[in-house]
């Protein structure tokens, strides 16, 4: 029966377990007494809903804490067994997928390096689901068991009716990659657990946001700075966040064309890519046949020697004009949207770290509007290098809570012949 708001009591039902979950989550342990002004229930819907989720196996006692004057009261926490999620980061360098309890406690990971401007969709699918079989076998976890797979991967997702998750992702020459289902094809996982495929900076974004350096923050901007850039708006009305295609922002007319072919991007002078490329154009001497970490990691010991060593002058040069550039491109997110927050994540970001950070703060005062730039702090993340893999396995937990702590519901037969047929439009 539905009220005059159009609800139902089993969606108040669902809102009142959600309510409890996230609060013990984010919160916990908390007392039954203490639930109630956290999640705005009366103590009667507390007791109800405390019951069904310890029924469930999703809570459970956690020791007590004296009241006053009366009982001790009984602390209650979440579960960590009572379910488990996979993150994947499809990085521009590896990929890599971890696996976590309800908590995000990490219980297993891998990591399958990737050729250099290889992105081969066959390849990066095989290494997904391998590493999905391997994570799972090390901590002996029956597949059954995961609430879901959340994947991040560089590019725009779209999701379709009849094909699941499609990722376009022109700087890897992705066009239009039916990867739900190339995933869903050749897995050994039931095909109940769901996958959630979005952008690699979106899932970066929910993990400042959740646990990281964004907590608290109502309107903030995460940028994931690695062989590409790209960045995560999140603001009240889209609190999950909106992958935004920063570094394909033109910083300079008929510049450096760019990976994904368009002359000038931001992308084409402040990504690790772009930024070894020209420390190698101007001269400089990047270690050779090494990955983009390596090599970006001697770029910056060569423009920050120890004391008393002489710098590398290109190096030097080259990095300190990449930091003006990422402060200009960081000026148009800071008069575009106004953050109160913007946090730098990814590997390179995390590379070049506090020594880099202020030299892009001054930039991007300097270009922005003043009114905004005074309101904007511009931090680090916290959450380092798995920060993408963490914000992968939230998709899952996030849709978990929304369900009231519920399983997502098996996919319709009728899906299954669609996304057949997404493959089939893949053959040669």
């Known amino acids: 029966m539905a009220g005059r708001n159009g609800r139902t009591v089993r969606d108040l039902r669902r809102g009142n377990r959600t309510a409890v979950l996230q609060r013990l989550y984010f919160d916990g342990p908390l007392s039954r007494f203490e639930l109630g002004p956290a999640t705005g229930l009366s103590s009667g819907s507390v007791s109800n809903v405390v019951a069904d989720l310890i029924a469930d196996g999703l809570v459970e006692e956690a ?8 009982r001790p009261r009984t602390l209650l926490r979440v579960t960590p067994s009572s379910g488990h999620m996979i993150g994947v980061d499809v990085g521009e360098t590896r990929v890599r997928v971890e696996l976590f309890d309800l908590t995000l406690t990490e219980l297993a990971r891998t990591q399958q390096p990737l050729e250099p401007q290889r992105y081969d969709v066959e390849v990066v699918t095989g290494h997904i689901r391998d590493a999905i079989a391997e994570v799972l076998a090390t901590a002996g976890l029956a597949p059954e068991r995961l609430l879901g797979v959340g994947i991040g991967v560089p590019g725009i997702v779209e999701r379709t009716p009849d094909r699941g998750a499609v990722v376009h992702g022109q700087t890897i020459g992705w066009d239009a990659v039916p990867l739900e289902a190339l995933l869903r094809a050749g897995s050994q996982l039931p095909d109940d657990v769901p996958y959630f495929i979005d952008n690699g900076a979106k899932t970066l974004g ?44 033109t910083v300079r007319v008929r510049g450096r064309r760019c990976r994904c072919g368009a002359l000038g991007c931001l992308e084409a002078y402040a990504g690790a890519e772009s930024l070894l490329a020209r420390w190698r154009e101007e001269g400089g001497r990047p270690p050779q046949d090494t990955d983009e970490e390596t090599a970006l ?49 990814g590997w390179a970001g995390l590379q070049l770290g506090s020594r880099f950070l202020p030299a892009v703060r001054r930039h991007a005062t300097a270009y922005a509007l003043r009114h905004p730039a ?55």
């Not at 020791?63 to 009366?70: F, T």
């Open 297 to 345: 990691t001697a770029m910056l010991a060569a423009a920050y020697p120890p004391k008393g060593t002489a710098a590398d002058p290109v190096a030097l040069a080259v990095l300190e004009e990449t930091a003006e550039y990422l402060g200009a491109g960081l000026s148009d997110l800071i008069n575009l949207f106004q953050p109160e927050r913007i946090l730098i994540g």
């Open 206 to 249: 929910q993990a400042e946001m959740w646990f990281g350096a964004g907590r608290g923050a109502g309107n903030a901007v995460v940028v994931l700075f690695g062989s590409g850039v790209g960045a995560c708006l999140v603001t009240p009305e889209v609190e999950r966040g909106r992958a935004v295609e920063w570094g394909h922002l």
């Open 63 to 70: 020791g007590s804490v004296d009241s006053d004057g009366g």
């Open 374 to 428: 005074e309101k904007v702090t511009i931090d680090l993340g916290r959450l380092g290098p798995d920060a993408v893999t963490v914000g992968a396995a939230i998709l899952p937990l996030a849709d978990f809570f929304a369900r009231g702590g519920r399983r997502a519901e098996p996919a319709p037969e009728a899906h299954l012949p669609a996304w057949q047929a997404a493959l089939e439009e893949r053959k040669p």
